[in-house]
């Protein structure tokens, strides 16, 4: 499936470096703006038992970034309870990913929206099926991807290895998201900005640690905030080329 609709692939050097905060934030600037945005998370791992089955945490979040109104069976169609990779859990006994179901369902959000930001889970070689990992999955919508990854110590090589992977993968890459994830600051942050964007070529932003975890709706507002003006949202907006209704 080759899309001519326009979007962004999110994706991360690992699990828990910030995917889901950034992805959140950039639709959320982009809807304080203005734009049509829709947003999907196609597999989510790790997923708590409600009432109504499995609650996808992080695409229940982009929903609430994007202010949108689509179900929540659209964004995330598949779904695992186990906190580990697709195939991992598949092997321990949770139903395989539906390709064909991923693709349907972003058909259809496709013809809601002028846009969609589709964020991956784990990083690019995170398997799938036993046949597929998620730099397939970024290849099948055919976007841009976006990379975050962790703002210290040892983010260079894991910047540099999962872009050499994407790239062999036929992946293409707008720019590089480094993600201060915890209170305190790594000595190497700084440095490790510079080389990346002496080894890369690619717009690199530092992303701030956000205060307020505990509270959604102030964490998309803040974020969202810290992204608007910088020059990685130019990057985006022309790549998406929409039109306000603002």
Avoid at 1 to 24: D, E
Avoid at 35 to 43: A, E, H, Q, R
Avoid at 165 to 178: D, E, H, T
Avoid at 209 to 226: C, H, Q, R
């Amino acid at each position: 499936m080759r899309t001519q609709k326009k979007g962004i692939f999110v994706t991360g050097t690992g699990t828990g470096v910030g995917k889901t905060l950034i992805s959140g934030a950039i639709v959320r600037a982009l809807v304080n703006k203005g734009y049509d945005c829709g947003v999907m998370k196609p597999i989510e791992s790790g997923c708590d038992v409600g009432k109504r089955g499995l609650q996808p945490r992080d695409a229940l979040y982009l929903q609430q970034a994007a202010k949108l109104q689509d179900e929540i069976e659209l964004i995330n169609p598949c779904r695992f309870q186990a906190p580990v990779a697709p195939y991992a859990a598949v092997l321990q006994g949770e139903p395989d990913v539906s390709w064909p179901l991923i693709e349907d369902c972003h058909r259809q959000l496709s013809e809601r929206h002028e846009a969609i930001l589709i964020e991956g889970a784990g990083g690019l070689m995170v398997p799938i099926r036993a046949d597929k990992d998620m730099s397939e999955l970024a290849h099948l919508f055919g976007f841009p991807v976006l990379l975050v990854a962790q703002s210290g110590l040892g983010t260079i090589n894991h910047v540099l290895l999962s872009l050499e992977y994407g790239k062999m993968r036929g992946l293409s890459f707008l720019g590089i998201v480094l993600n201060q994830s915890t209170e305190q600051k790594d000595s190497s942050e700084a440095s490790n900005i510079k080389i990346i964007r002496e080894k890369t070529d690619l717009p690199v932003m530092s992303f701030p640690y956000i205060k307020s975890k505990n509270d959604d709706a102030t964490v998309i507002s803040e974020s969202a905030a810290l992204l608007e003006g910088h020059p990685l949202m130019g990057v985006i907006l022309t790549l998406l080329s929409l039109r306000s209704s603002g």
